[in-house]
């Protein structure tokens, strides 16, 4: 069973740090895309950060400024990250992880982890 538990939001002022956790469960992890995606009170759900775990291509969207938001890979222990730096109120969203694997069409999804950044 694929499952996927999102982790390391919280609320911090703006210009703050936080390190977002995506462990995949039941997977080998290189043989998938993870991507990294946000919705805040209101507003449509938008793609945040996507990385192919096997070759380490990753894609930011393009909301996000190259730098601010760094996604990575530790495929030994099937946990995708996302780095956000500078964090500022617009940011403020549950962040939600996705599991979609190559070989079929198919996504899975977790529980989002929220995130508030205030002024």
């Known amino acids: 069973e694929v499952q996927l538990q999102a982790s390391g939001g919280g609320s911090v002022q703006t210009g703050g740090s936080l390190r977002l956790s995506c462990r995949v469960s039941g997977v080998t992890l290189d043989d998938y895309a993870i991507g990294w995606w946000r919705r805040a009170p209101g507003t449509e759900r938008e793609l945040v950060s996507c990385i192919n775990a096997g070759d380490g291509e990753t894609y930011y969207g393009g909301s996000v400024e190259p730098g601010r938001f760094t996604i990575s890979s530790d495929n030994a222990e099937n946990t995708v990250y996302l780095q956000m730096r500078d964090l500022r109120p617009e940011d403020t969203a549950v962040y939600y992880c996705?599991?979609?694997?190559?070989?079929?069409?198919?996504?899975?999804w977790g529980k989002g982890t929220r995130v508030t950044v205030s002024s």
């Open positions: 996705n599991a979609k694997p190559k070989s079929r069409d198919t996504d899975y």
